[in-house]
Each structure stands twice: as structure tokens, then as C-alpha cells.
């Protein structure tokens, strides 16, 4: 019985410890990812003033002119863009999964969603190249139909499953004792959904919109392939674009490492992973907040 009890201590121990070495190890990657292109970010600023960087519209590297304003511009834009489109779409679909939707249709939506989640980002890419570019040219008649509209057109495609799929977890989640309560006052359906569930599954949609709001920002194939790639700002919805993903796909490749564009590019990419990190933290915050109030 001692020996048992000595081996099963040892056991536990041992996971314990590899766990603990584990998240260590993870850590310490994180930070030397965040140190390396941290140190090679700021040295953008030996030769470029952070006033010409973040502010200023002209991005000429071949003049030594390195104003990443219209690829920040860009990129808030076609979040935004995506947001207003894929957000109702989504919270829209949870609702009708969660509250209204027979057992059968659950059934099969649920599982398809996750399926879609898994889905390469390149294949949206590919599909917005062939099939919706042609569409915006016919139904625009513009030249070309690239631009911030089709970009936000595949990443609402792209985020949808996963806003939607953690929205009908949140709405689920809610009591069912706050919908009888509803429906004893004499509430509708509708009224019992939108005044009662939707309030009260309010921090679990938002952070699946974060969520979604995170993946778009730092999609790179799918934006690539439809967006136009033009290191311009985008005055239209079919204007071709450049967002901060998209110039340092195209561009890393064909610069010296020992360059200010290089560190240009770098400084981009440190961008993204700030935006990133604080978008966790809010979902953190948010997460925390709601199992205090519970």
C-alpha cells in the first residue's frame, strides 16, 4: 500500500513538474519571438523619426521614405469593414442555433461550423480570387474588383464560424431559469432573446468578436490574393490596397536584411503582435469580470 502510494506520488510529481517545465518553454519562445523582433523594430528609428513612420502617408522605400500611416489606415479600415459585415451575420446565426433552430438543424450546422473554422485561409483566398472578384468586376464594373470590399468579403467568411460558434456557446450557457422567469411575465420570444439571453451572454459574444476581430487583422494568404497589393490608401472600396499583413508578405522577401526597410517591415509585424497581445488581454479582462460578477 506504501509502495502504491509512493508511486503515485512520484507520478503526480512528475507530471506536475513536465507541465511546469512546458509552460516555462512556451514562455520563454514568447518572449524571444516578442525580443527579436522588438530589437529589430526599433531599429527603424536610427534613420526614421516615429513621427514619419506612424504618421506619414508616403511610403517610398527606394527614396528612403517610410510612412506606414496608409497600411495602419488600411488595416483599421478593413477590420472595421469586416466587423460590421460578418458581426450581425454571426450573432444573427448563433441566435437562430441556440434559441430557435430544431434539434435536427443543431444538429448539422454546429458540426459544419467547425469544420469551416478549419479550413486553410489560402482556400478563401483562392475562392475569393476565382469566384468573388469576378462577381464585385460584373456587378461594379470596375476593372479589376480588388480592393478593401473583397478582403472584407473573405475574412467575414473566414471569422464567421468562429464569432458565431463561440456566440452559441455563450448564448447556451445562459440560465434557463432567466428565460422562465421572462416568459412567466409574459414575454415573447423575441423579447425574452433580445432584452434577457442576449444581455446576459453579452461578455461571451464579445470576446468571440474579439476573437474574430484578432484573426482578420493578422490574416495575411486570403488578403493577399484579393486585396490588390498596392501600397496606397484606399479611397474607394474598390481601390487596390495594401494593409500592414499584406506589404510584409510581398516585400520581407526582397530587402536586405541590414536595411531600414527591413527594419521598417519589422516594426509592422511588431505592430500586429502588439494589437494581438492587447486584444488577449481584453478578452482576459473580459473573461475575469464575468466570472466575478457570476
Known amino acids: 500500500m506504501k509502495g502504491r502510494y509512493s508511486r503515485a506520488r512520484f507520478v503526480n510529481t512528475l507530471f506536475k513538474n513536465y507541465y511546469l517545465f512546458s509552460i516555462l518553454v512556451l514562455c520563454f519562445v514568447l518572449g ?9 523594430a526599433f531599429l527603424t528609428f536610427k534613420e526614421v523619426s516615429p513621427a514619419e513612420f506612424f504618421f506619414s502617408f508616403d511610403w517610398t522605400p527606394e527614396e528612403n521614405r517610410f510612412g506606414a500611416a496608409l497600411f495602419i489606415v488600411n488595416t483599421l479600415s478593413l477590420t472595421a469593414l ?63 474588383g480588388d480592393g478593401l470590399l473583397a478582403a472584407a468579403l473573405v475574412l467575414s467568411i473566414m471569422i464567421l464560424p468562429t464569432i458565431c460558434r463561440i456566440s452559441d456557446d455563450a448564448i447556451q450557457a445562459v440560465p434557463k431559469k ?23 451572454a453579452s461578455r461571451g459574444i464579445i470576446a468571440a468578436i474579439i476573437l474574430g476581430m484578432t484573426r482578420a487583422i493578422g490574416e495575411t494568404m486570403a488578403v493577399v490574393m484579393v486585396i490588390g497589393n498596392t501600397p496606397q490608401l484606399a479611397k474607394s472600396l474598390f ?22 526597410w527591413n ?18 488581454l481584453i478578452i482576459r479582462f473580459i473573461s475575469r469580470k464575468g466570472e466575478a460578477n457570476s
Open 82 to 144: 469586416t466587423l460590421v459585415i460578418a458581426v450581425p451575420i454571426s450573432v444573427g446565426m448563433a441566435i437562430l442555433i441556440a434559441e430557435i433552430a430544431p434539434t435536427w438543424l443543431k444538429k448539422f450546422i454546429r458540426p459544419l461550423l467547425d469544420l469551416l473554422v478549419g479550413i486553410p485561409s489560402i482556400v478563401y483566398g483562392y475562392l475569393g480570387l476565382t469566384v468573388l472578384l469576378p462577381l464585385l468586376r460584373e456587378a461594379s464594373g470596375e476593372g479589376l
Open 263 to 280: 527594419y521598417s517591415l519589422h516594426m509592422m509585424a511588431f505592430l500586429l503582435l502588439l494589437i494581438s497581445f492587447i486584444l488577449i
Open 239 to 260: 481601390a487596390s490596397a495594401s494593409v500592414l499583413t499584406s506589404n510584409i508578405v510581398m516585400q520581407i522577401s526582397n530587402v536586405e536584411f541590414d536595411s531600414t
Open 178 to 200: 432567466y428565460r422562465d422567469a421572462a416568459y412567466a411575465l409574459g414575454s415573447t420570444r423575441l423579447q425574452v432573446v433580445f432584452r434577457v439571453v442576449l444581455p446576459a
Open 32 to 40: 524571444l519571438v516578442v525580443f527579436f523582433i522588438g530589437k529589430t
